[in-house]
C-alpha cells in the first residue's frame, strides 16, 4: 500500500493513549509460556511481530487464546513441545533471538526461519554465547534459518561485546533453565524488560548496572498489563516538536529508564516535554507525556545514550533537520543491523526529499533549520520504522511525497494513521 502525505498546515491537538511495547509484549508471551498455570495478558500489542511469537509458542504446544485483539490467556504445562513444523519468526528478532535461547536447552530438536529481512540479519551474536554454554546450534551462512539440537547447557560469564537486550535476553533464558549461575556482562546497560518480568514472575535473578547473573528457577503464571511503547510514542513526540503550534498528551507511555533517551535528548535539545503522573504497571514504570511544538537546538548523541534509544535514531534524525546547528549522532553501527540498513536507508530516502545528511560509519551528521522539499517517492525496506520516520517528513514537506508500502507499519503500530489522524482532527 503506498500513501501520499502533504503538509500539514495546522498543529496537533489532542490526546492519545499509546498501544502497547513490543518488547515487553513478547516478553509476556514468551516467559507465560514458559511458567505453569493460566497467565492473562493485557494491553498486548497486536501487530505482527507480537503475533509471530503468539504463533511459535502455539506451535511449542501452548495454549493461547485471543480473549479479544489485547487480551491474551495463556495456559501452560511449564513444558514445551517439539514443534511439528519449522518455527517462522516473521519479520522479528527478537522472537529469534530470545527463542534460541530458550529451544536450545531443551530435549528436542527444532528450526527457526524468517522472513526477508530477517534472513539477513545476523545471528552469531548469539550462536557465540550460547554455544560457549554447550548449546548446538547450526547456521549456513550465521543468519537464519537456525538449525537447534536441544542439549542440558552449562552456565557461563558472557561479557558481551554489544549492548544488546536480544543477547543478553537469549543468554538469560538459557540460564533459567540451566544449573549454576549464569551471568551477562554489558558495555551499557541494555534495555532490562527481561529483568524485570522474569522477577515479576518468580526467577532468581539478580542485576547490578550492567551485569546481570540468573539461576535455574521455575516461573509461576501471573496477569501482565503491558505498558504503552516508548518507541511508537516516539513518532508523536516528533511530530508534535517540529509541526507548528501542537500542543498534545500521550497516555500510558512506558517511561523504563533504560528506554526514555529520547526524552533526555529532546530536553538537551531544548524542546518542551513533561511527564505527568508517573506510576508503575506490573513492575514497570508508566507515565503521560505532555509535549509542545518547541525551537530546538542540534546536539551530539553517541555512548551510553545509543542502547537508550537505539529505535528512536531514525526519527530523531529527522528531529535533528528542524533545530537549530547540526547535530551528531555516533556509536550507533548496529543500526545497520536492523530490519534494514538503518543508515544507509535514512541518508539515502532523506537525500531524496532534500534533506542534507552525511553517513557516518556509525550514525550521522545532519544540519539543522532544513527545509524539505518532498516531491518524490520513498521506500521503506520493510522497515516499520522508516515507513512511519518518513510519513512524518510529508507532513512538513514543501510538496507532496509517496510512501511505498507503508503496511509495513504493522509490524510494530497498525495505529499509527487513525492515532495520527485522531491529533490532526481537532
Ligand atoms: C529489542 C532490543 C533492541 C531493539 C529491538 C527490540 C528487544 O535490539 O532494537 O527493536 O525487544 O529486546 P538489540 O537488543 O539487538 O539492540
Known amino acids: 500500500m503506498d500513501i501520499k502525505v502533504s503538509e500539514l498546515k495546522q498543529g496537533l491537538r489532542g490526546s492519545i493513549v499509546i498501544p502497547a511495547d513490543k518488547s515487553i509484549s513478547h516478553r509476556a508471551v514468551m516467559f507465560s509460556s514458559l511458567a505453569q498455570g493460566k497467565s492473562i495478558i493485557r494491553n498486548f500489542l497486536y501487530a505482527s511481530d507480537c503475533r509471530s511469537t503468539v504463533s511459535v509458542f502455539k506451535n511449542l504446544g501452548v495454549d493461547i487464546e485471543f480473549i479479544d485483539n489485547n487480551t491474551l490467556s495463556v495456559k501452560s504445562s511449564g513444558v514445551l513441545k517439539q514443534p511439528l513444523t519449522a518455527l517462522d519468526c516473521g519479520n522479528s528478532g527478537t522472537t529469534m533471538r530470545l527463542l534460541a535461547g530458550v529451544l536450545a536447552r531443551q ?30 546450534i547450526y547456521s549456513d551462512t550465521g543468519t537464519a ?60 535473578i539478580q542485576s547490578d548496572k550492567n551485569i546481570v547473573s540468573i539461576k535455574k528457577s521455575k516461573l509461576f503464571a501471573c496477569d501482565i498489563n503491558v505498558a504503552g511503547d516508548i518507541s511508537s510514542a516516539a513518532f508523536f513526540i516528533v511530530s508534535a516538536l517540529i509541526i507548528p503550534d501542537s500542543d498534545i498528551v500521550i497516555k500510558n507511555v512506558g517511561l523504563n529508564p533504560t528506554r526514555t533517551g529520547i526524552i533526555d535528548v529532546v530536553k538537551r535539545m531544548q524542546g518542551d516535554i513533561e511527564v505527568l503522573d508517573e506510576r508503575v504497571v506490573s513492575g514497570e514504570l508508566v507515565g503521560d507525556l505532555r509535549v509542545k511544538y518547541s525551537s530546538l537546538k542540534g546536539c551530539e548523541i553517541n555512548g551510553a545514550d545509543i542502547p537508550r534509544l537505539i529505535d528512536e535514531l531514525p526519527v530523531i534524525a529527522l528531529l535533528a533537520t528542524q533545530a537549530e546547528g547540526e547535530t551528531r549522532i555516533t556509536d550507533a553501527g548496529d543500526l545497520r543491523n536492523k530490519e534494514t540498513d538503518r543508515i544507509t536507508a535514512v541518508v539515502t530516502e532523506f537525500r531524496k526529499i532534500g534533506i542534507d545528511i552525511d553517513e557516518l560509519d556509525d550514525g550521522f551528521l545532519i544540519s539543522g533549520k532544513q527545509q524539505i522539499k518532498g516531491d518524490s517517492e520513498v521506500n521503506v525496506y520493510h522497515d516499520h520504522r522508516l515507513a512511519m520516520t518518513l510519513y512524518i517528513a510529508g507532513l512538513l514537506a514543501q510538496k507532496e511525497m509517496v510512501v511505498k508500502d507503508f503496511q509495513w507499519v504493522d509490524v510494530s503500530l497498525p495505529e499509527f494513521l487513525p492515532l495520527m489522524d485522531s491529533l490532526r482532527s481537532l
Open 145 to 204: 534459518p537456525l538449525f537447534i539440537k536441544g542439549k542440558c547447557l552449562k552456565p557461563i560469564k558472557y561479557h558481551s561485546p554489544i549492548a544488546s537486550a536480544q543477547v543478553k535476553s537469549s543468554i538469560l533464558l538459557a540460564g533459567l533453565g540451566t544449573d549454576g549461575v549464569t551471568i551477562v556482562v554489558e558495555p551499557y546497560l541494555s534495555r532490562n524488560h527481561t529483568e524485570i518480568m522474569l522477577k515479576y514472575m518468580g526467577a532468581d
Open 107 to 136: 530435549n528436542f530438536d527444532s528450526e527457526l526461519i524468517g522472513d526477508a529481512s530477517l534472513s539477513k540479519r545476523p545471528m552469531k551474536r548469539i550462536i557465540t554465547p550460547l554455544s560457549e554454554m554447550g548449546a548446538d
